[in-house]
Protein backbone atom coordinates (compact mmCIF):
# COMPACT_ATOMS: atom_id res chain seq x y z
CA UNK A 1 0.00 0.00 0.00
CA UNK A 2 2.28 2.51 1.05
CA UNK A 3 4.38 1.73 -2.26
CA UNK A 4 1.17 2.84 -4.11
CA UNK A 5 0.67 5.79 -1.96
CA UNK A 6 4.09 7.08 -2.79
CA UNK A 7 3.91 6.46 -6.62
CA UNK A 8 0.70 8.61 -6.41
CA UNK A 9 2.36 11.28 -4.73
CA UNK A 10 5.38 11.22 -6.63
CA UNK A 11 3.64 11.68 -9.57
CA UNK A 12 1.12 14.34 -8.26
CA UNK A 13 4.86 16.37 -7.39
CA UNK A 14 5.75 16.19 -10.50
CA UNK A 15 2.58 16.76 -12.39
CA UNK A 16 2.27 19.89 -10.92
CA UNK A 17 5.99 20.87 -11.74
CA UNK A 18 6.93 20.63 -7.60
CA UNK A 19 10.20 19.88 -6.19
CA UNK A 20 10.35 17.66 -3.18
CA UNK A 21 11.93 20.89 -1.45
CA UNK A 22 8.83 22.62 -1.81
CA UNK A 23 6.60 20.19 -0.95
CA UNK A 24 8.42 19.30 2.16
CA UNK A 25 8.37 23.04 3.35
CA UNK A 26 4.84 22.83 2.82
CA UNK A 27 4.11 19.81 4.68
CA UNK A 28 6.62 20.90 7.56
CA UNK A 29 8.30 18.07 6.79
CA UNK A 30 12.18 17.38 5.89
CA UNK A 31 12.84 16.51 2.22
CA UNK A 32 14.51 13.32 3.52
CA UNK A 33 10.95 12.23 5.28
CA UNK A 34 8.96 13.24 1.81
CA UNK A 35 11.55 10.89 -0.17
CA UNK A 36 10.96 7.96 1.94
CA UNK A 37 7.25 9.15 1.58
CA UNK A 38 7.49 8.76 -2.16
CA UNK A 39 9.87 5.43 -1.85
CA UNK A 40 6.74 3.86 0.06
CA UNK A 41 9.80 3.40 2.94
CA UNK A 42 7.40 5.91 5.88
CA UNK A 43 4.06 6.43 6.53
CA UNK A 44 2.10 9.62 6.69
CA UNK A 45 -0.30 10.96 9.35
CA UNK A 46 -4.15 12.48 8.60
CA UNK A 47 -2.97 15.87 8.79
CA UNK A 48 -0.50 15.41 6.50
CA UNK A 49 -3.07 13.37 3.72
CA UNK A 50 -5.09 16.86 4.47
CA UNK A 51 -2.31 18.90 3.47
CA UNK A 52 -1.45 17.00 0.35
CA UNK A 53 -5.47 16.89 -0.66
CA UNK A 54 -5.78 20.43 -1.07
CA UNK A 55 -2.14 20.69 -2.14
CA UNK A 56 -2.88 18.11 -5.11
CA UNK A 57 -6.84 19.24 -4.98
CA UNK A 58 -8.09 15.08 -4.68
CA UNK A 59 -9.71 13.31 -2.36
CA UNK A 60 -7.82 10.99 -0.02
CA UNK A 61 -9.02 8.07 -1.66
CA UNK A 62 -7.35 9.31 -4.84
CA UNK A 63 -4.13 9.53 -2.46
CA UNK A 64 -4.64 6.13 -1.33
CA UNK A 65 -4.74 4.61 -4.54
CA UNK A 66 -8.75 4.14 -3.92
CA UNK A 67 -10.25 5.61 -6.84
CA UNK A 68 -8.55 5.95 -10.34
CA UNK A 69 -8.75 9.75 -11.38
CA UNK A 70 -8.64 13.80 -9.62
CA UNK A 71 -9.85 16.47 -10.77
CA UNK A 72 -6.69 18.60 -11.88
CA UNK A 73 -6.47 21.74 -10.20
CA UNK A 74 -6.63 24.83 -13.05
CA UNK A 75 -4.96 27.39 -10.85
CA UNK A 76 -2.05 28.79 -12.92
CA UNK A 77 0.93 30.56 -11.84
CA UNK A 78 3.18 32.79 -13.77
CA UNK A 79 6.37 30.04 -14.54
CA UNK A 80 8.72 33.06 -13.84
CA UNK A 81 7.14 33.65 -9.71
CA UNK A 82 7.66 31.21 -7.03
CA UNK A 83 4.70 29.45 -6.25
CA UNK A 84 3.78 29.33 -2.53
CA UNK A 85 2.37 25.89 -1.86
CA UNK A 86 0.30 27.66 0.86
CA UNK A 87 -1.68 29.97 -1.42
CA UNK A 88 -2.00 27.10 -4.45
CA UNK A 89 -3.86 24.74 -1.57
CA UNK A 90 -6.24 27.73 -0.05
CA UNK A 91 -7.05 28.55 -3.10
CA UNK A 92 -8.16 24.80 -4.08
CA UNK A 93 -9.99 24.77 -1.04
CA UNK A 94 -11.68 27.99 -1.83
CA UNK A 95 -12.41 26.52 -5.37
CA UNK A 96 -13.97 23.15 -4.14
CA UNK A 97 -15.99 25.56 -1.46
CA UNK A 98 -17.54 27.07 -4.39
CA UNK A 99 -18.49 24.16 -6.53
CA UNK A 100 -19.91 22.98 -3.36
CA UNK A 101 -22.21 26.06 -3.22
CA UNK A 102 -23.35 25.44 -7.04
CA UNK A 103 -23.84 21.99 -6.69
CA UNK A 104 -26.20 23.33 -3.23
CA UNK A 105 -28.04 25.99 -5.35
CA UNK A 106 -28.47 23.96 -8.29
CA UNK A 107 -30.10 21.40 -6.02
CA UNK A 108 -33.09 23.70 -5.60
Not at 1 to 6: A, D, K, L, Q, W
Request: aromatic share 6%; with cysteine.
Amino acid sequence: MNEIVGKILNELRRENGYTQEQVSSYLGITQSNLSKIENGDRNFNMTLLDKLCLLYNCSPEYLLGEEDSHEKSSIAFRSDEKVDLNVVAKMNEITGYLKLLRKLDGDK
